[in-house]
Every structure is written in structure tokens, then in C-alpha cells.
């Protein structure tokens, strides 16, 4: 089983639509979260650091599930410009370690 | 601050020649990260250093070599440069357990 897995999509969703995407972890002793965005031939950025009591940036709102392994990334009110590939990031004993996307495509 | 600075940005070789990517950090982060991507495909980390005088393998280390001599610079090397090693390079740096901040990228043709 992969350390840290995504669904590698693609989402195809209509704009203005709410998309959510989960991602697992195996190892119960990760100590800190991230989601990254991607876009084409560019380089990942940081999207939004995950803290277990949930935290939101505007229309994106993300999750830890310590219990269950997961951490999630809503996008509410989706914008063309949200299509790119969004990164699950753990971080364990300062091994860092990347999901290997989902690709979200937000269509007109 | 001008944050991760990778060159060059593109670079062609020809089969066996080599070559130094460049990467230089100004946030005085301790951990520097040199990753590679094939096309649709996900990050694959190749070295990793903790700090200056100290480097480790990554997931695909084969064929490259890292030195850390400053915080700021964690050049990576390809000796012997083959068609495998046409990739998208990317070097990042962090604090410990921090989030990553990446360089451009290098884009490397090896024919």
C-alpha cells in the first residue's frame, strides 16, 4: 500500500459547482499536512497547511481525520481558474512525502 | 526575498555528457530537496539535505550526485547524462516539518 494515495481523477466539474477529494495516509505516526496546487509545467505551490481542527481559506476548506487517515480539500463555488492538479502532502519524522495528484478540470 | 532560484531553466544534452543544475534558497531554510517529474506523472524525490555538510537518498538516486556545502546552495549533478534523465527537476527547501517552497524548475532534454 502506497504511503499516501489520491484519487488522480480527472474531476470534471461545471463552474460554480462545490468538489471535494480525499486523500489517505498509512502511516499513523504523520505529523503534518498539506495541500499543494499544480498547474501545467509549473512548479506545485502551496495551497493550504492542514490542522486537525479544520481549517478555511475563502472557498477552500480543509480537513484531518486522524481517526480514519484522511485529510480532505473542499472548493466551493469553483472558478476556471481552480483547474490544476492538487498535491496531498505528508510529513512524517521530516520525511516529506507526495500524493501524486488530482487532477480537477473546471469546464465552462 | 526572491525565494528558490533554479538555472538554468532548460537545457538540451547530448548522451553521456554532464551537466550542474543550480539551486539557491534565500529563506535560510536548513532542509533543501531535489525532486524530479516525468511528464503526467508525480514527484520523485532524488537527494535530500538536512543541512549543510549533510545529504541522503532519496527515492531515485541513481545517476545523479548532491553536495550541500552552504545553507544556501544545493547543486545537483549528472554524470554520464542519459535519455532516462529527460525530466522536469525541481529544488525546493523547508524548515523542519515546514511546507515546501519550490524553484521554478529545470527543463532537461537528453538526446
Known amino acids: 500500500r502506497k504511503e499516501v494515495e489520491q484519487d488522480p481523477g480527472p474531476f470534471n466539474v461545471p463552474e460554480g459547482a462545490t468538489v471535494a477529494f480525499n486523500c ?29 481542527s479544520g481549517n478555511e481559506d475563502g472557498r477552500f476548506t480543509a480537513q484531518l481525520n486522524r481517526a480514519s487517515q484522511y485529510i480532505s480539500l473542499l472548493i466551493r463555488d469553483s472558478k476556471l481558474s481552480d483547474s490544476a492538479t492538487y498535491l496531498c502532502v505528508v510529513n512524517r ?9 488530482t487532477r480537477l478540470h473546471i469546464l465552462p | 526575498n526572491a525565494g528558490v532560484t533554479q538555472t538554468p531553466k532548460f537545457r538540451i544534452l547530448k548522451i553521456g555528457q554532464s551537466m550542474t543544475l543550480q539551486c539557491t534558497q534565500d529563506m535560510n531554510h536548513n532542509y533543501m530537496y531535489w525532486y524530479r517529474q516525468d511528464p503526467g506523472m508525480g514527484l520523485k524525490l532524488i537527494y535530500y539535505s538536512v ?42 527547501s523547508s524548515y523542519p516539518r515546514g511546507e515546501q517552497f519550490f524553484g521554478p524548475g529545470t527543463r532537461l532534454t537528453v538526446l
Open chain 1, 93 to 101: 519524522d521530516d520525511k516529506i512525502i507526495f500524493g501524486k495528484g
Open chain 2, 51 to 92: 543541512g549543510a555538510g549533510i545529504t541522503d537518498k532519496g527515492e531515485v538516486p541513481n545517476g545523479y550526485n548532491v553536495s550541500r556545502s552552504t545553507t544556501e546552495d544545493f547543486p545537483l549533478r549528472l554524470e554520464l547524462a542519459a535519455p532516462s534523465q529527460t525530466s522536469v527537476y525541481f529544488c525546493a
Open chain 1, 24 to 52: 489517505t495516509y498509512s502511516n499513523s505516526a504523520s505529523q503534518s499536512f498539506f495541500w499543494y496546487r499544480q498547474d501545467c509545467r509549473k512548479e506545485p505551490k502551496l495551497l493550504m497547511s492542514v490542522y486537525s
